[in-house]
């Protein structure tokens, strides 16, 4: 069975602080895919990122930056100068690669940034 | 925008009564899929149709079944409605089986009384 989990329920900083959200996963798969989504108040549900697991390489699109790491099958989301427009509740997700391509969401983390 | 459309954006109804949820892909895309998010539950998925077939199921209730049209749009039924079933409904679309990305529509939030 496959599972996500993301530990922090809520997170509040500051505006300009960083910050990184985690998240665990457990699956059978030798491949599968890995993502982050964004869910402003508006609650419509935004592709952040699409991570193949035989791709450990880090990724940065602008403020921020994603760290893959199969080891302690972690795929962890980090926002550098954090902005108000950033809180939102983020949720990572898995789906294998094969068969039913189902994305399967962590609980969420809720990120408040503060002025 | 995703390119996802919905429809409605909101619905109230009461038990026992039966609904349907609709369900535009993005332009090109054949694959769709249902999700709930619900707060107890989370996100969850329902089930996805591939050019017109069911291609996954996940945990979809009896009481819901799904469909892919010719054209693509899919629709979601919901009937014999409970409190329960209360919750935001996604569709989500992808070009096909191997290029998974998923956009998301801005959902449909079913209030049941």
């Known amino acids: 069975a496959q599972k996500v989990t993301q530990a922090q329920t809520e997170i509040s900083v500051v505006e300009k602080e960083d910050v990184t959200l985690d998240c665990v996963y457990e699956?059978?798969?030798?491949?599968?895919?890995l993502f982050w989504y964004k869910q402003p108040p508006s609650g419509e549900l935004v592709f952040l990122i699409r991570?193949?697991?035989?791709?450990?390489q880090n990724e940065i699109s602008g403020r921020y930056s994603w760290n893959f790491q199969k080891s302690t099958s972690s795929f962890n989301f980090t926002i550098t100068a954090s902005q108000v427009v950033d809180s939102a509740v983020y949720f990572c997700a898995l789906s294998p690669i094969q068969g039913a391509q189902k994305l399967v969401f962590g609980q969420g983390t809720r990120l408040t940034i503060n002025p | 925008d995703s390119g996802v459309t919905q429809t409605p954006k909101h619905l109230i109804t009461a038990t026992g009564q039966r609904v349907t949820l609709r369900c535009s892909p993005r332009?090109?895309?054949?694959?769709v899929y249902w999700y709930q998010q619900s707060l107890d539950q989370g996100l969850q998925f329902l089930i996805q149709?591939?050019?017109?077939?069911?291609?996954a199921k996940g945990n979809i209730l009896e009481r819901f079944s799904a469909q892919q049209f010719p054209d693509l749009h899919s629709e979601l039924n919901l009937s014999s409605l409970e409190l329960g079933d209360s919750a935001l409904y996604f569709c989500?679309?992808?070009?096909?089986?191997?290029?998974?990305?998923?956009?998301f529509g801005p959902g449909t939030r079913l209030t049941v009384t």
């Open positions: 149709y591939y050019n017109g077939e069911e291609r």
């Open positions: 991570r193949n697991s035989f791709d450990e």
């Open positions: 989500a679309s992808s070009v096909d089986l191997t290029l998974y990305e998923q956009y």
């Open positions: 699956t059978r798969d030798t491949t599968y895919y």
């Open positions: 332009s090109g895309d054949l694959s």
